[in-house]
């Protein structure tokens, strides 16, 4: 993994996608420059959750784009997934490496600077310091980093990072100038009225 891989990190969510295709909003975020896609779903059964990361592989493989599963390391495995995405209160890392072997991606949410520094001893592929602002789309998160916090994880952590949280047009300049590798967007994408457009446009920042 490489820190370029993670400059525009495409989180999908389902109930902000104004009830359109998942696999269509990917398809055009990636044709407008998304770099990594993690696919989030908390409410559809393991069966439906497999076929559609079976077939954003499909889509996203030929294209040099990494698919990263939320949470789920049996999905990751069961789809062939680049890798998985872990919170603080999910699988411990050292199972989930285990369970993926060595060349898998795991990236791993800080909540706090004591997280940063936690995961300084792991060997996770990157860290997302979540959440820099506070946003509807993730309600359940400890107190917002800030700027400053922000500047501050960078600056701890020896980890590529991708910032998570508020993040859109407005908010992503000051935020990419504090060294973070990239941003993960959600709402900006998966509810804009033209996901390809929308990306581009942060792409281009």
């Known amino acids: 993994m490489t820190p370029e891989q993670l400059r525009l990190y495409l989180v999908t969510d389902r109930g902000l996608s104004l009830g359109r295709d998942i696999e269509w909003i990917v398809g055009e975020a990636v044709a407008g420059g998304v770099t990594i896609v993690q696919l989030r779903e908390k409410d559809i059964d393991t069966r439906e959750f497999v076929a559609l990361g ?47 072997g060595p060349d898998r991606i795991i990236g791993l949410s800080v909540e706090t600077l004591d997280q940063v520094k936690e995961a300084n001893l792991l060997d996770v592929d990157y860290i997302a310091v979540s959440p820099v602002y506070s946003t509807p789309t993730k309600t359940d998160t400890a107190p917002p980093f800030g700027l400053e916090g922000l500047r501050q994880a960078v600056a701890l952590s020896r980890h590529p990072g991708v910032a998570i949280g508020g993040m859109n047009a407005a908010t992503a300049p000051a935020v990419l100038a504090t060294g973070i590798d990239g941003i993960a967007v959600v709402s900006a994408i998966c509810s804009a009225p033209d996901p390809r457009a929308a990306a581009a446009a942060l792409r281009s920042l």
């Open 54 to 100: 079976l077939r954003l592989k499909a889509l996203l493989a030929p294209l040099g784009v990494p698919l990263i599963i939320n949470d789920r390391v049996d999905v990751a495995l069961a789809v062939d997934a680049d890798g998985v995405h872990i919170g603080q209160s999910d699988m411990p890392y050292d199972v989930a490496r285990r369970l993926l």
